[in-house]
């Protein structure tokens, strides 16, 4: 939780320098308020909640949402919770308003530096350019079911992801098909927006851009851990690089968004 929320601060004022960036009681608020929604993000901050505190903490968040232009999502970590909020959390949340997305899985590791990987069908290109972000973006969209100008909102025009950020390419045949990025947070490297096209899935090739970006991270930083948050899909894949699951996560939409 606590690399979300330092992590996307940097990434929302990326995107814009006045977006809802705030600590509020039990809350994190990180909104850039644009079309790709990952920008658009609320997470639970207390550990131990109960369930009327977590009733409150829900209807704070969906308050704070209804109150946007883009759609975003609430991310919750189970572990915060106490046993009987766990329990009672997907109700809580319908009766606040807010419906369930899709689940996550928090995932940390110390197993820094990897060797540079390879793949026989790619080449890796570091993202350094406005066209290599517009590449990232549209994998991004196409990986996750936005649209292309959604996810290119996200990423395009951006001086962090081209020179604050390991971000990394793979190309097949000169053709951009999978991308993975790290970037130092408090002493780790955090893993973000690992995307293969849809069409070039199970070949190994988000595995191997994945090992890409963590390890020109870990040679530009000397960090030896690593965090990430991963989906369903990447989900069993990571651990194959060093990736140990230690939180398991819900995400949230407003349910009339």
């Known amino acids: 939780m606590e690399q979300l929320a330092v992590v996307w601060r940097a990434m929302v004022l990326d995107r814009d320098p006045d977006a809802d960036v705030r600590d509020l ?12 929604p990952f920008w658009n993000c ?24 209804r109150g946007k232009k883009r ?14 909020a766990r329990a009672a959390l997907d109700d809580a949340a319908q009766r606040a308003g807010l419906a369930y997305a899709f689940p996550g899985t928090g995932m940390a590791g110390d197993f820094l530096p990897v060797p540079e990987p390879s793949h026989p ?17 549209d994998l991004n969209s196409r990986a996750y079911g936005f649209e292309p100008e959604d996810g290119r909102d996200g990423l395009a025009g951006s001086a ?13 045949e000169g053709t951009p098909v999978t991308c993975a990025a790290s970037v130092e947070a408090e002493g780790r490297l955090f893993v973000a927006l ?37 989906t369903a899909a990447g989900a069993p894949v990571y651990p194959r690089i060093g990736f140990v699951p230690n939180s398991p996560m819900r995400f949230y939409a407003l349910a009339d968004a």
Do not use: N
């Not at 970590?77 to 009987?84: C, S």
């Not at 962090?160 to 097949?172: F, I, K, P, S």
């Open 121 to 137: 069908d790619l080449t890796f290109v570091r993202v350094s350019t406005d066209a290599h972000l517009l590449a990232y973006a």
């Open 25 to 36: 009681p039990g809350i994190a608020v990180r909104w850039a308020d644009c079309r790709f």
């Open 71 to 84: 759609p975003g999502f609430l991310w919750v970590f189970d572990d915060l919770l106490r046993d009987d």
């Open 160 to 172: 962090l992801w081209r020179e604050g950020v390991h971000a990394y390419l793979g190309l097949r």
């Open 194 to 230: 690992v995307a293969t096209d849809p069409a070039f899935e199970r070949r190994g090739y988000g595995e191997a851009v994945t090992r890409k970006a963590l390890h020109e991270g870990a040679r530009a930083t000397g960090l030896t851990r690593a965090t990430l948050h991963a």
């Open 42 to 65: 609320l997470t639970l901050t207390e550990s131990g909640v109960d369930p009327a505190l977590m009733r409150q903490r829900l209807d704070e968040a969906a308050e704070i949402m």
